[in-house]
């Protein structure tokens, strides 16, 4: 039987985020069937680690709300690609890293509860890491079409709509 997507919570904040259970649900959702038998780092972070982070991995310096990091693709010896098959070890879709206090800003003001705006963001990063963008009009249309498709399945908002 394959397993649902792992999802590994780390939270380095001192404050209580939003329930495991719903990070859970949220990222699975984003993943669907590209999910199963893979796994998933979430990593709540302060406002200094998101700030190092983001200026380390995108050259930018502040804290950002949400940073995605693929796996990295070490190429394997065709003997060692078989063994991995063979294991019960997960496949690693990659890394979320959410800032809290930007996450908590953001949602104050744009006057959404806060779980609403990590659901959202925790969406958006998972759909990242599947290769979705934002950089061009054509790609944002079809990665926010997504978004609004699995936040309404949790009776979320339209994050995108006009406030």
Not at 61 to 70: G, I, R, W
Not at 118 to 147: F, K, N, P, S, T
Request: net charge positive; hydrophobic share 40%; charged share 25%.
């Amino acid at each position: 039987m394959i397993k649902p997507l792992a999802v590994d919570i780390q939270n380095l904040t001192k404050t209580t985020l939003v329930s495991s259970a719903a990070i859970r649900r949220w990222a699975r959702a984003a993943f669907g069937a590209r999910g199963a038998g893979a796994s998933l780092v979430i990593r709540f972070v302060g406002a200094a680690e998101g700030r190092r982070l983001n200026l380390l991995w995108r050259g930018r310096d502040y804290a950002t709300n949400v940073l995605s990091f693929p796996p990295l693709v070490v190429p394997e010896p065709p003997s060692a690609a078989r063994a991995t098959r063979r294991s019960k070890e997960l496949r690693l879709v990659g890394d979320l890293v959410l800032c809290a206090p930007v996450v908590a800003r953001e949602a104050k003001e744009q006057d959404k509860p806060i779980a609403d705006h990590y659901a959202h963001l925790i969406v958006h990063g998972c759909l990242h890491l599947q290769g979705y963008d934002h950089e061009h009009d054509v790609d944002a249309l079809r990665m926010e079409r997504r978004e609004r498709r699995l936040l309404k399945m949790f009776g979320i908002d339209d994050p995108y709509r006009s406030q």
